[in-house]
């Protein structure tokens, strides 16, 4: 599904996090140098999708790039420095 602008993000999803949860998911972005909140939540749901079994996503460097469904071969295993 794409957007009007053909980024192929159209599903909205609105998600309520406490004061710690969104703590730990900046936490995560930052020690990631993740661009943005949507990125590391992408990045969080796949390495959980995977842990169960799921198909591996994408990473990359622009929040667009980071997906559920495997497209790249990068990966945010590791800080970088």
Known sequence: MSDQNGNGRGERLQVMLTAEELAALDDFRF????PSRASAIREL???????VGET???AGSKSSDFGVIATGTQSWDAPRE
């Not at 749901?45 to 842990?51: F, I, P, W």
């Open 31 to 34: 020690r990631h140098r993740m």
């Open 45 to 51: 749901l796949k390495r959980g999708l995977a842990a």
């Open 56 to 58: 591996s996503a994408a």
